[in-house]
C-alpha cells in the first residue's frame, strides 16, 4: 500500500510546531529516526534554554530512558552540543554501528575457525607424540644395573606416630 502524502492541516501543524513565534513558549527543534520529538524553549530569567524529548511511546515526561535515545540527541540534550543533529548523521552513526557489528560477528567467526585449527593441530601432535613416545613403567620399583640404573620412586608416608 502506497503512503500518502501528508494534507493540508497536517503539514501546517509540522510547520508551527518548528517555527519560533513571539507568542509560542516552545519550539521543535527535530525528530530522531524513532519519532521521538526533541523541543527547546527559551529561558525566561536567560541563561541556556530548556531543552527535552518527548519519547514517540509515552506522553509521561518522567518516563524517560536515556539508552532508548541516540548519543547525539542526548548530546544536544545535555548542552554539550549546541547544534542539533541531521537525520543524516543519524542514519549514518546507525549505518557505521551496523558495519561494527558485521565485523565483529566476521572476527568471532574467524577466530572460531582459527581456535578449531589450532585444536586440531593440538590433538594430532599429541597423538604423534603418543604413538612416537615409548611406554614408560610406572612402577616404584628401581630397574636396571649399573649404568642403566634407574631409581624408583619415592614417596614420603606419614611416620608412625610414637608414644
Known amino acids: ?96 554501528r551496523n558495519l561494527i557489528q558485521q565485523r565483529a560477528k566476521q572476527l568471532e567467526q574467524d577466530w572460531q575457525q582459527r581456535k578449531q585449527q589450532l585444536q586440531q593441530e593440538h590433538d594430532k601432535a599429541a597423538q604423534l607424540e603418543s604413538q612416537t613416545s615409548q611406554p614408560t613403567d610406572t612402577t616404584t620399583q628401581p630397574t636396571g644395573q649399573g649404568d642403566t640404573f634407574v631409581p624408583g620412586e619415592w614417596n614420603p608416608s606419614q611416620a608412625a606416630k610414637r608414644r
Open 1 to 96: 500500500m502506497a503512503s500518502r502524502a501528508p494534507g493540508f492541516l497536517a503539514r501546517f501543524r509540522e510547520t508551527y510546531k518548528v517555527t519560533r513565534y513571539p507568542w509560542k513558549k516552545h519550539v521543535l527543534i527535530g525528530t530522531d529516526l524513532d519519532g521521538n520529538e526533541y523541543w527547546e524553549m527559551p529561558n525566561p530569567l536567560g541563561g541556556r534554554p530548556k531543552r527535552w524529548v518527548q519519547m514517540k511511546d509515552h506522553d509521561d515526561y518522567a518516563v524517560y530512558n536515556q539508552n532508548l535515545l541516540p548519543v547525539q540527541w542526548q548530546a544536544w540534550l545535555r548542552h554539550t552540543r549546541p547544534v542539533a543533529p541531521t537525520t543524516q548523521e543519524l542514519i549514518r552513526e546507525v549505518q557505521r
